[in-house]
């Protein structure tokens, strides 16, 4: 199994406050994603890295952040939760940048805002 | 820009029968495609790829994929379905950059 370890597995928070789930991966590969995963809409990505310090959006990134300090950690930061961003969150990683490569996946997290 | 769509967000098949999921893609450069099955509770694991190498792919636990270049389709297929194999399943496109975009899913059931 690809080492990857998500932090919190499970939290429920209130509207309004900040939380931070983390990624951590023993793999040291380059790429890493944010995806949240819903009902009828698949997994759809957050936000990805390319490297420390080097971090771009995708397509449901309102709301999000993300910081990448080290190669091996990938935080995502919701600054203000609102309902709308009760999910499962999965982080993943990738070896190789071109289109080849396969994902490997962190078991998730489960956020539940009240 | 590239996408994903299966058809069907539930499949349902008796234990023995033959497993069809499908998937549609678009997308403006060649595609590099994907299949992931994500068992309760746990995260996505690869179950095929298609890279261009071959058109029909074969994957684990006896699934196999065929990529049609004219339907824009890559289905997935297994000839006997096992109790097993009930999981959701997504079918996902590397664009450009190498990110990949899934489809919504197809939860397939299999009964005894």
């Known amino acids: 199994d690809a080492g990857i370890t998500q932090s919190p597995r499970h939290k429920v928070t209130e509207t309004g406050t900040p939380v931070t789930l983390r990624c951590h991966q023993t793999e040291n590969h380059r790429y890493m994603y944010w995806y949240r995963q819903d009902p009828g809409h698949g997994l759809r990505l957050i936000h990805y890295?390319?490297?420390?310090?080097?971090?771009d959006k995708g397509e449901v990134s309102d709301g999000y952040s993300v910081s990448r300090s080290k190669t091996e950690d990938f935080l995502l930061t919701l600054e203000s939760a609102t309902s709308s961003q009760t999910s499962v969150y999965f982080c993943a990683i990738r070896e190789q940048g071109i289109g080849t490569g396969e994902l490997f996946f962190g078991e998730g997290s489960r956020l539940t805002v009240l | 820009a590239q996408s994903v769509t299966q058809l069907g967000s539930h499949v349902s098949v008796s234990e023995g029968a033959l497993v069809l999921l499908r998937c549609n893609y678009s997308?403006?450069?060649?595609?590099?495609l994907f299949w992931y099955v994500q068992y309760p509770n746990q995260g996505l694991q690869l179950l095929l790829k298609?890279?261009?190498?071959?058109?029909l792919v074969k994957g684990i636990n006896g699934f196999e994929a065929e990529f049609k270049k004219s339907e824009t389709s890559f289905h997935l297929t297994k000839p006997s379905a096992h109790m097993s194999d009930a999981a959701e399943y997504f079918c996902a496109v590397s664009d450009a950059r190498g990110k990949l975009i899934f489809g919504q899913g197809t939860e397939l059931s299999v009964k005894p």
């Open positions: 890295s390319y490297g420390v310090k080097d971090t």
């Open positions: 298609y890279t261009s190498a071959a058109t």
């Open positions: 997308s403006s450069v060649p595609p590099y």
